[in-house]
């Protein structure tokens, strides 16, 4: 019975360290269509392209690796992607899919530093986030893009255009 204590005080502190996400889903732009298998399976093969506040591009695959694919598409939004934008903004945009400039103008948005990133159907913005995020956090490619990738597929998951359908088709 002793050692129930010691059990039960770490499973409550890590029950609070894990609530403590500073994500917040933007889910309005999911269609009955965007389910979480379908777009969890197109991920695995899709480009994570992190757009630095100083103009930088970077492209990463679904595990934080370099991305050794096609880059045909990225440019002018024709191609499925994720894209991740860091700065300063208010909130993630409808607009982050468009091949325009209008995403990186919203970095200059005032408040701490935080990552704004979406599922790109071509130029449809399929789910979408905000997410603050520490530099050295941000920097682990291979820890965080695995983390985006999650936080887009949840918020298709708990978005209403997935009620009351199966959550997984």
């Known amino acids: 019975m002793p050692h129930r204590k010691p059990c039960i005080g770490i499973m409550l502190l890590v029950a609070a360290l894990s609530t403590g996400c500073a994500a917040h889903l933007q889910t309005r732009t999911v269609q009955d269509g965007d389910t979480y298998d379908l777009w969890a399976a197109r991920m695995e093969h899709m480009p994570f392209v992190f757009h630095e506040p100083d103009g930088h591009v970077d492209v990463y695959d679904v595990r934080g690796n370099a991305w050794t694919g096609p880059t045909n598409g990225l440019k002018d939004g024709s191609a499925d992607r994720v894209e991740v934008y860091e700065g300063h903004f208010a909130a993630a945009t409808g607009t982050m899919c468009m091949p325009s400039a209008s995403a990186l103008a919203a970095g200059n948005a ?60």
Do not use: M
Not at 111 to 121: E, K, T
Not at 142 to 154: I, Q, W
């Open 110 to 169: 005032a408040g701490s530093a935080n990552v704004v990133a979406a599922i790109c159907d071509r130029g449809r913005t399929v789910v979408s986030f905000s997410d603050k995020v520490r530099a050295r956090v941000l920097d682990t490619k291979t820890e965080y893009v695995p983390r985006v990738r999650h936080l887009l597929l949840e918020g298709i998951w708990e978005s209403v255009a997935q009620e009351p359908a199966p959550l997984h088709t």
